[in-house]
């Protein structure tokens, strides 16, 4: 065991991307457990791109990291030394580790075993809350319906990529995912079973949609906001829901992207739009992350990781969500 | 009775607010009416934003009025001959009567009867489509609760104003109108009751909402669209809804309009935004024009008109609309 931890604060606030000034790496002497508390290595982070949006001084449904603070995100730590009757030396926890080598579990923090039998990197995407975002959004916001034009955009990431899955899963007439370049478009519709895929840099996403749902997106999961979302709208169907999970477009972008022009159409065709977080679904994560499983046992859905090895590569590892260098879900392997 | 049929036809789609080209007045002879059919004088014209978007050659929720076609818009109209035992000569019907003297009344052309005891203008405004879209906008798209903060723009507007009055009655927390000018501003809080009035005219709204919401709209009903919607969207209360009417800001400006920047706060706020239309809801007026009679008689509701006279005139009502130039719902009386 290392008798030392790192730890990654907020330097600056970034104004755009992450950089080498935006965050700091500090060694601190280990946290000391206390009664009814545990010590834990940090095995690996979730990197979401909520953790941008944290670091902006803006409100928001958590408050902004403060400077010099940890960088804020979910992770998964394995006990090495225990006070408390919850935790078992060797036994995997997750909760809101931050980015560091060390973390105190305890009950009052949240930190809780990981589902019998999950892999680690499994319960941070599907089972983790990208997969639960997915799940949530596309069933409970969208009420996704059988024979539904289902377009999700960010396809190739971790959430989109389980939206557009579970939409087959229960039966949507088409999935259209909507991502960057040809490799992802080709993974989408070869390893995933995406009926259509739009490459968003090299096509025009207006004219594709027009092309591929010429009657309409009943529903548009999506994960990036901007001009996306404005073509989506402009072709939504009658009764047509938007799920806005995320605003990625914006996130390095505050201010500087060109508004939505589309939103009366709302009107015109009696649509919904309408925003969720995954905190609110808390207490049905167990049952949902059931069904998962099931499905995962059947073939029906896959998991793609990005894993970025080292804690001191966590700022790209969150860069890479903004420029679309990954496909899945962007794990920190500590 | 005059032997000929006056008729405002489009002669030119308008770019901006509608001019002397855009309509053309031709007469005709009087139409004859059928077997099962009769024969109105069309006594009062209903002048609404939505009449402006059907002169714009786009997509829309019905198709654009073509060119030489006469403008449509509901109207009342008095039976002057019959062929129909469903109409008496003298009895008021109201319908689709377009921009002229006389009408074709038939059953499959949809003309009904006035609701018992109701005057014509009021028929048309707390009864008529403006009324009944301010009550299943706010009631059932909005799902107004008590101790609800509700915002409403176009406020001293037929539906807005309506609006606002139906919000007192279902014990909104508070009840907040935007309008144009500090007389609209009075009339609202003196006459109508709203809580508070913020004039945009004169007025930074976005300041004026966070101070008198300062925990946020949890209703926003929007009748104007663009810069107002998105102060709105930036002061949702946790869970807020908006609902989305109209977007007159942009009916003669398409394009040219700034887009709506803070969408993203849908996600963060978990907040819906849904359009409608009130035709979706013909089945359910009945019973609603019940409820409002009733809220007419215990005086919980007013209803105020801006009575245009002639019809010759019917352009520069509905220009009125797009000027702030009205209080309350605009009639031409023929």
């Known amino acids: 065991m290392a008798d030392r931890n790192r730890r990654m604060v907020l330097a600056e606030r970034p104004t755009g991307m ?8 500090e060694e601190t002497d280990l946290p000391q ?28 449904y958590l408050p902004p990291i403060a400077i010099d603070e940890l960088i804020r995100s979910g992770g998964i730590a394995e006990i090495v030394q225990s006070n408390s009757e919850d935790y078992k030396p060797g036994e995997l ?30 319960a941070l995407s ?28 960010g396809a ?17 007439g088409k999935v259209i995912g909507i991502a960057g370049g040809p490799e992802k478009c080709k993974h989408l519709v070869d390893d995933l079973g995406f009926d259509e895929a739009i490459d968003y840099k090299n096509e025009n996403v207006s004219a594709r949609l027009r092309e591929a ?21 402009a072709q939504l169907a009658l009764r047509g829901r938007i799920v806005l999970c995320g605003a990625i477009a914006s996130y390095n972008d505050r201010g500087g992207a060109k508004g939505i022009a589309n939103t009366s159409n709302l009107i015109v065709k009696r649509a919904r739009m309408e925003g969720f977080l ?3 679904y808390f207490d049905r994560l167990p049952a949902a992350r059931e069904e998962m499983a099931v499905w995962l046992g059947e073939g029906k859905i896959k998991s793609s990781e990005h894993i970025v090895e080292g804690l001191e590569h966590a700022p790209d590892a969150l ?11 962007v794990i920190v392997q500590v």
């Not at 010590?39 to 990197?47: C, G, K, N, T, W």
């Not at 990529?161 to 087959?168: D, E, I, R």
């Not at 309409?216 to 709208?233: K, R, S, T």
């Open 126 to 153: 599907l089972f983790g809350i990208t997969g639960m975002t997915a799940y949530f959004g596309l069933l409970d916001v969208g009420r996704v319906q059988e024979g539904d034009v289902v377009v999700v955009s």
């Open 18 to 25: 992450v950089d080498a000034s935006t965050v700091r790496m």
């Open 319 to 329: 860069n890479l969500l903004f420029t679309g260098g990954n496909t899945g879900k």
């Open 156 to 172: 190739a990431g971790a959430t989109g990529s389980t939206v557009g899955q579970l939409a087959k899963i229960k039966d949507a």
């Open 33 to 60: 457990p206390g009664e009814g508390e545990a010590l834990a290595r940090v095995r690996y982070i979730s990197i979401d791109p909520t953790i941008r949006t944290w670091m902006d001084d803006a409100p928001g």
């Open 213 to 233: 749902a010429p009657e309409g997106i009943d529903l548009y999961f999506d994960n990036v906001g901007g001009e996306i979302l404005d073509a989506c709208l």
């Open 93 to 122: 926890v997750f909760g809101f580790t931050g980015w560091q080598d060390y973390v105190i579990a305890s009950q009052a923090s949240g930190y809780q075993a990981l589902p019998e039998g999950v892999p680690p990197t499994l």
């Open 278 to 280: 995954i905190l609110d």
